[in-house]
């Protein structure tokens, strides 16, 4: 009698469970199926673009190297006008040298408000003159100063990348917000995976970058009423260019390490600053900068370009979903993940 209702009760506890694993996949494929429709309809969203690329007059910061480089010279190809700013005179004869006659570089120092102005005064007069409105801005110049453990690291240097990656990219947004704002176009602002996560060892970057990521959604909500006019963050994963060759990199480590206070030299010792030099010499960056590019053209010509440009697979495949998790999880992965130093000299010795 107990075997059979035993029996009973068992069958019907695996034809509910049967039931819930029917449900649980039904669930599972309505689920992806959505998903796929939804990628679907955003991609073809995304399609149209804005034409007239002979009319469109747009500002590019800091164009000597990199991104900015390959942006105004694609720019350039299309057929648009550019205000191309270089920080040195060296840029600003190589861009005349390299580009048609459509762009148009000068010196802008986004870290120094004189600068900026006097940009917005050569823009204006150009755009007068013309009969145009000004259709983007670019914000693209950026450093990245002050690399190593947080305390080889001053508080200098976190002013520094500041000036540059976040006051100078505010203070250039700002001044030509209103021209931006008649003509209904575009700021694109280049931020980074540094800006949504954290991997130690550049600090003031990545603080630079959070803060970058801030201002950047205000604004994007902000500007909303402003139909037509529309904010882009770009956040590209790790690519080779100046700022992560391994001559930028190596000089900055060497620097924090040989300005770093003698106690503190002596708390890590000379073995923790060659095996931490030598492990971020090997990281290896992507060498398709047209990834980012192609970011920077949907930006600034699709007709409804995306709010935020996840560029590359490390960052669309690793470092997005890390932002995700719990931060157990986060800073274990990072850990396992990334090069794991040896111990401080001072450490060593207790042990
Ligand atoms: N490479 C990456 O993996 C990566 C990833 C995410 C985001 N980013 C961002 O992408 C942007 C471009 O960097 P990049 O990788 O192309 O490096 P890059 O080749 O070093 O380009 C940076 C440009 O910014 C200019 N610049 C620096 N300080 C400036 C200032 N005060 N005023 C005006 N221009 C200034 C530099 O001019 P000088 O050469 O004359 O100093 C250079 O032309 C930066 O905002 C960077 O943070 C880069």
């Given at each position: 009698m107990v075997w059979i209702k035993l029996k009973e009760l068992l069958t019907s506890n695996m034809e509910s469970i049967g039931g819930m694993n029917s449900t649980l996949v039904k669930v599972l494929a309505?689920?992806?199926?959505?998903?796929?429709?939804?990628?679907?309809?955003?991609?073809?969203?995304?399609?149209?673009?804005?034409?007239?690329?002979?009319?469109?007059?747009?500002?590019?910061?800091?164009?000597?190297?990199?991104?900015?480089?390959?942006?105004?010279?694609?720019?350039?190809?299309?057929?648009?006008?550019?205000?191309?700013?270089?920080?040195?005179?060296?840029?600003?004869?190589?861009?005349?040298?390299?580009?048609?006659?459509?762009?148009?570089?000068?010196?802008?120092?986004?870290?120094?408000?004189?600068?900026?102005?006097?940009?917005?005064?050569?823009?204006?007069n150009k755009l007068s003159e013309d009969g145009k409105e000004l259709w983007a801005v670019v914000n693209n110049a950026g450093t990245g100063l002050g690399a190593g453990p947080l305390e080889w690291i001053t508080i200098d240097d976190y002013r520094a990348s500041n000036a540059v990656n976040l006051y100078g990219m505010i203070d250039v947004t700002m001044t030509f917000l209103p021209l931006i704002k008649k003509s209904r176009g575009r700021v694109v602002i280049m931020s980074s995976m540094a800006g949504r996560i954290v991997i130690p060892g550049t600090c003031p970057y990545y603080v630079s970058k959070h803060g970058t990521e801030a201002f950047s959604d205000e604004l994007r909500r902000s500007m909303r009423p402003y139909s037509g006019l529309k904010v882009s963050i770009i956040e590209p994963?790790?690519?080779?260019?100046?700022?992560?060759?391994?001559?930028?990199?190596?000089?900055?480590?060497?620097?924090?390490?040989?300005?770093?206070?003698?106690?503190?030299?002596q708390e890590?010792?000379?073995?923790?600053?060659?095996?931490?030099?030598?492990?971020?010499?090997?990281?290896?960056?992507?060498?398709?900068?047209?990834?980012?590019?192609?970011?920077?053209?949907?930006?600034?010509?699709?007709?409804?370009p995306r709010p935020r440009y996840v560029v590359g697979r490390d960052a669309q495949i690793v470092l997005r979903p890390l932002t995700w998790l719990p931060e157990w999880l986060a800073d274990w992965l990072i850990e396992k993940m990334t090069f794991k130093p040896p111990l401080p000299a001072a450490l060593m010795l207790t042990s």
């Open positions: 309505g689920s992806a199926g959505l998903y796929v429709v939804y990628k679907l309809c955003d991609g073809l969203l995304r399609l149209p673009r804005i034409g007239r690329y002979s009319d469109r007059y747009i500002l590019v910061t800091g164009c000597g190297s990199g991104f900015g480089l390959e942006l105004v010279k694609r720019l350039d190809s299309l057929g648009c006008h550019v205000f191309a700013g270089c920080r040195t005179e060296s840029s600003v004869a190589q861009l005349t040298n390299c580009c048609s006659d459509r762009v148009m570089p000068f010196l802008m120092d986004v870290a120094k408000p004189n600068s900026i102005r006097k940009a917005l005064l050569i823009v204006s994963g790790n690519y080779l260019s100046n700022l992560t060759s391994g001559t930028n990199i190596g000089a900055n480590i060497d620097r924090s390490w040989n300005e770093a206070p003698a106690e503190i030299r890590f010792g000379e073995h923790y600053y060659k095996s931490v030099r030598e492990a971020r010499l090997k990281r290896n960056p992507s060498k398709r900068i047209s990834d980012v590019t192609n970011a920077y053209e949907h930006a600034i010509f699709g007709r409804y």
